[in-house]
């Protein structure tokens, strides 16, 4: 498949985060084509973005971060540059453990899991992962693969191996999404927007309240993590907004916190429990009765 096929719709959908994180995000095209599974390498492009997005920001300068592709003789490098604070080098190896995140003071969200599971997903691929940075200029993350010489390359809408699925019966339906995790909400405005859903996106009250403030939207349905940043929650933010802006929709609450605490907030919001990680056809189902209901 075409590379350009597989990160264009990244770069459309990091853009969007770099704009409500007052980041400049560009993405430089190719035309290179290779034979891998589209799925799993989109993942680790997903999270060298992320954690792009999530470390760039810097008081003193404008952030920026970059997406591109190297060629090289047999092979491409596909690149997530930043010029946020940088990595030490002692900590290079570090940051591919679980668990561990690139800068215990930063203020990003996340369980250090991303890059672990890329360095995995690369592995099993075979191909390799590098890291390069400068203290106070910037970080590189790239993966590298072998380029492929055929002269025509497959639709990759036709040869992934969960194709999207178009269907009018979400069609212009406004959704509001909030979620902490750049990748969940990444992920889940995708999948929505591919059901032909219009998505307000937001990761906390402040990012919902700029956005609002620019786009007025009545949604049809509200879907909202239930553990955000700073130790609020999504049923309260929920509550609060729509007091604010007088919604009167149905609310899904998603959470890998099954406790008996989070299932009791919820239930007594009336809002509607979802357990992550969430499955598509679940939710699919779960909104299809809530439009009916």
Same mark, same amino acid.
């Given at each position: %498949?075409?590379?350009?096929?597989?990160?264009?719709?990244? $770069?459309? =959908?990091?853009?969007?985060?770099?704009?409500?994180?007052?980041?400049? %995000?560009?993405?430089?095209?190719?035309? *290179?084509?290779? =034979?891998?599974?589209?799925?799993?390498?989109?993942?680790?492009?997903?999270? %060298?973005?992320?954690? @792009?997005?999530?470390? &760039?920001?810097?008081?003193?300068?404008?952030?920026?971060?970059?997406?591109?592709?190297?060629?090289?003789?047999?092979? /491409?490098?596909? !690149?997530?540059?930043?010029?946020?604070?940088?990595?030490?080098?002692?900590?290079? =190896?570090? /940051?591919?453990?679980?668990? !561990?995140?690139?800068?215990?003071? #930063?203020?990003?969200?996340? +369980?250090?899991?991303?890059?672990?599971?890329?360095?995995?997903?690369?592995? +099993?691929?075979?191909?390799?992962?590098?890291?390069?940075?400068?203290?106070?200029?910037?970080? &590189?993350? $790239?993966?590298?693969?072998?380029?492929?010489?055929?002269?025509?390359?497959?639709?990759?809408? !036709?040869?992934?191996?969960?194709?999207?699925?178009?269907?009018? =019966?979400?069609?212009?339906? $406004?959704?509001?999404?909030?979620?902490?995790?750049?990748?969940?909400?990444?992920?889940? #405005?995708?999948?929505?927007?591919?059901?032909? *859903?219009?998505?307000? @996106?937001?990761?906390?009250?402040?990012?919902?309240?700029?956005?609002?403030?620019? #786009?007025?939207?009545?949604?049809?349905?509200?879907?909202?993590?239930?553990?955000?940043?700073?130790?609020?929650?999504?049923?309260?933010?929920?509550?609060?907004?729509?007091?604010?802006?007088?919604?009167?929709?149905?609310?899904?609450? &998603?959470?890998?916190?099954?406790?008996?605490?989070?299932?009791?907030?919820?239930? @007594?919001?009336?809002?509607?429990?979802?357990?992550?990680?969430?499955?598509?056809?679940?939710?699919?189902?779960?909104?299809?009765?809530?439009?009916?209901?």
């Amino acid at each position: %498949f075409s590379i350009n096929d597989l990160l264009t719709p990244l $770069s459309k =959908e990091f853009t969007v985060l770099a704009q409500q994180a007052n980041l400049n %995000f560009n993405y430089v095209k190719s035309s *290179c084509i290779v =034979e891998t599974d589209q799925v799993l390498l989109r993942r680790v492009i997903q999270n %060298f973005l992320s954690n @792009a997005i999530n470390y &760039c920001p810097l008081p003193n300068r404008q952030g920026k971060v970059l997406l591109g592709v190297k060629h090289q003789k047999n092979n /491409i490098v596909i !690149e997530v540059w930043d010029n946020g604070p940088g990595i030490p080098t002692n900590k290079h =190896e570090m /940051i591919f453990k679980e668990f !561990e995140r690139l800068n215990v003071n #930063q203020a990003a969200s996340g +369980l250090g899991l991303g890059l672990a599971i890329s360095e995995r997903i690369a592995k +099993l691929l075979g191909f390799t992962i590098s890291v390069k940075s400068t203290l106070g200029k910037g970080t &590189c993350f $790239s993966i590298t693969l072998p380029r492929s010489y055929s002269t025509k390359a497959k639709n990759i809408k !036709e040869s992934l191996s969960v194709p999207p699925q178009k269907n009018d =019966e979400f069609a212009n339906l $406004s959704i509001v999404l909030v979620d902490n995790e750049p990748l969940m909400l990444t992920a889940m #405005q995708a999948q929505l927007t591919d059901w032909g *859903c219009k998505v307000v @996106a937001a990761k906390d009250e402040k990012s919902l309240t700029t956005i609002l403030a620019n #786009q007025q939207t009545t949604p049809a349905i509200i879907i909202s993590d239930y553990h955000l940043d700073n130790d609020k929650n999504g049923v309260d933010l929920i509550q609060k907004s729509m007091t604010k802006y007088s919604w009167q929709a149905p609310v899904i609450i &998603c959470s890998a916190d099954p406790s008996e605490q989070v299932r009791e907030h919820t239930s @007594a919001a009336k809002f509607y429990f979802m357990r992550k990680p969430i499955k598509a056809l679940a939710l699919k189902k779960l909104m299809r009765q809530l439009l009916v209901s």
